[in-house]
């Protein structure tokens, strides 16, 4: 008996196994297709690139000298010049958000547009791998160079005597001293990008990334220097063929010669060996990067001109207010800006820093009745801690958030927007059914999304029915939209489609179920008055749910109730979240014909 059961249980734990792995797969199909593909590319580039070198007769003589290492380091500077292009595409971020949309732009392509920042970490992957072997190959071509100096053909040399020190030529020519300052950029840019650094430092990130500037600088003038030499003239002189200087010719080369003796050897005519006809001759090898870079080159400077352009002209500030626990709501408006729910725009405040662009989610969109927009700043790191002592300078010197500080100033700091840009959310008005589900300030792309509902009529959109699913760790974060949680639900009460909205909202805080009826503390900047409570504090008290959400049991309700349609399920919030929601929509998705297309939005 016992044996049967320790059976089952190893049974049910493979089975376990077997479907973890495989859901696994599932999450991560587009990554790992993805990254297959991308390597198997670049392995081909490397390859044609090393074998080009290894057999072509014009680099013989280049060859004799560096052996292997003149392959190995062409093939990986092929793998750089790729990767180094095809890294700035998905930075184009217009030009991306233009694409995405297209009318004509169809659900898979736009799921491949949002993968943009895989194939852009992917590509500074292979930069890093491509440049160690490149960086490598390179010192112990260094090397080879002076100590297999060439005497007979001094037009092939780069050292300018045998013996030479390598770190001559390693840091006092133009290739040797831009790579090591490319090296150097690389390594700043790699630390910077590091996940402790870039939350908590963003500015560092962001500064350091943008030295990529001088990286492609130095990219060109690292190639165009031209110090490795490849011979021009094989039809007068065949590789490795000698000057007989009036000898008698030499026996013909016999039939069972090697290939490669044959290819390299002295010249062959009608089955006899002929002297060379000149001596050889050589041009420095043509530059390739910037064949690879500078259509991305280009296509990245229109893209800044655009967005420089754009982003000239100050937005006007109509509100700030200042939500718990710290969150402040930008109220804003600018001529001939247009967006649409689930976009986000770069904010820029000058006061702060000229140069840096921090992107945020639109909570709310210009509509044919306003221009007013709005964004939600969460106070975390040093440029929004900066940004709320900007706004609000008496409320963090002298006044207490808690105790209902009050901030009041003549003018407001400048501030530039730049947008909008795409991002899966955009596509919740593309389904019948649609289930968003928000952890945290991941409500943001969400509330756009309930505020295009409260303000336009539902004449030509296709949804009929959506899902709203908040998760907070506090009942004070609900009150960010309280008032259009319910003004929405009042909305579609009124209008007699009290399906059309179904809310959730769910508190993990055991600490927080007695602050649920509390009056929303929020301090604005344009009256310097508290917002009063209302009866939007029944309707949350009537939809929060304390503790996590059963997930499992919501997606197995909404699949019941819509068997006739695909189902958007789209995800903001931490990668736990989404992961688990993902997880659950594959097995979902294995029972059913219709499927439920899963999109998401992350951060830590």
Not at 218 to 247: I, R
Not at 383 to 388: D, I, M, Y
Not at 424 to 434: A, L, R
Not at 569 to 583: A, E, W
Request: glycine share 6%.
């Amino acid at each position: 008996m016992k044996s049967d059961k320790n059976n089952s249980k190893k049974h049910a734990m493979s089975h376990r196994s077997v479907y973890s792995i495989f859901d696994w797969l599932q999450r991560h199909s587009g990554t790992i297709l993805l990254t297959v593909f991308w390597c198997s590319l670049n392995s081909v580039l490397f390859f044609l690139k090393y074998y080009e070198f290894k057999l072509h007769p014009k680099y013989h003589y280049l060859r004799e000298m560096l052996g292997l290492g003149l392959c190995i380091s062409r093939g990986s500077a092929a793998v750089l010049n790729l990767n180094c292009a095809v890294i700035l595409l998905p930075m184009c971020r217009s030009f991306v958000s233009l694409l995405r949309g297209s009318r004509h732009a169809k659900r898979y392509a736009r799921r491949c547009l949002d993968r943009g920042v895989i194939l852009h970490v992917l590509c500074a992957v292979f930069i890093c791998l491509a440049a160690a072997v490149h960086c490598t190959a390179h010192v112990i071509n260094a090397v080879n160079f002076t100590t297999h100096y060439n005497e007979e053909i001094v037009e092939v040399n780069v050292a300018t005597k045998r013996n030479e020190e390598p770190f001559r030529l390693l840091f006092c020519t133009v290739p040797g001293l831009t790579g090591v300052l490319m090296v150097l950029i690389l390594v700043l840019m790699i630390v910077a990008s590091s996940k402790n650094v870039r939350l908590v430092h963003y500015e560092l990130f962001w500064y350091t990334h943008h030295l990529f500037i001088f990286f492609y600088g130095l990219l060109l003038m690292h190639s165009a220097s031209g110090v490795l030499k490849e011979q021009t003239n094989l039809a007068f002189h065949t590789p490795g063929c000698l000057d007989t200087g009036g000898l008698p010719e030499p026996e013909p080369e016999p039939e069972h010669a090697p290939f490669q003796l044959k290819m390299f050897g002295m010249r062959h005519m009608n089955g006899k060996m002929k002297p060379c006809d000149a001596p050889p001759s050589f041009k420095s090898h043509p530059s390739q990067s910037w064949c690879f870079v500078v259509f991305p080159l280009i296509l990245y400077v229109i893209e800044r001109i655009i967005r420089l352009l754009r982003g000239r002209r100050a937005v006007e500030i109509s509100n700030i207010r200042y939500h718990q626990p710290g969150v402040i709501e930008i109220q804003m408006s600018k001529k001939n800006f247009d967006a649409r729910p689930g976009q986000y725009i770069s904010l820029n405040c000058p006061a702060i820093s000229a140069l840096e662009w921090h992107p945020f989610t639109l909570t709310s969109c210009p509509s044919s009745s306003s221009d007013s927009f709005s964004v939600h700043v969460r106070v975390l790191g040093d440029w929004t801690v900066s940004l709320r002592d900007s706004l609000f300078p008496v409320l963090c010197k002298q006044a207490s958030v808690e105790d209902g500080g009050h901030a009041y100033k003549a003018h407001y700091p400048r501030l530039y927007i730049d947008g909008p840009f795409g991002s899966p959310n955009q596509d919740v008005f593309k389904y019948c059914t649609s289930v968003c589900i928000a952890g945290g300030v991941g409500v943001t792309p969400y509330a756009a999304v309930l505020n295009q509902l409260r303000n336009c009529t539902l004449q030509g959109i296709k949804l009929n029915r959506l899902y709203f699913i908040w998760v907070c760790r506090k009942a004070d974060s609900l009150q960010w939209f309280a008032d259009l949680l319910a003004s929405v639900h009042r909305k579609f009460w009124n209008e007699n489609k009290p399906d059309f909205l179904n809310i959730r909202l769910f508190v993990t805080s055991k600490h927080s179920q007695n602050l649920i009826l509390q009056p929303n503390r929020t301090t604005e900047r344009n009256t310097g008055k508290m917002a009063p409570a209302d009866t939007r504090d029944q309707f949350l008290a009537n939809r929060i749910h304390q503790g996590r959400p059963d997930m499992k049991a919501i997606l197995e309700e909404v699949d019941a109730s819509n068997k006739i349609s695909s189902i958007g399920l789209f995800v903001c919030g931490p990668k736990k979240l989404s992961n688990h929601v993902q997880k659950l929509c594959n097995r979902i998705n294995r029972q059913r014909k219709i499927k439920m297309h899963f999109n998401k939005e992350t951060f830590s």
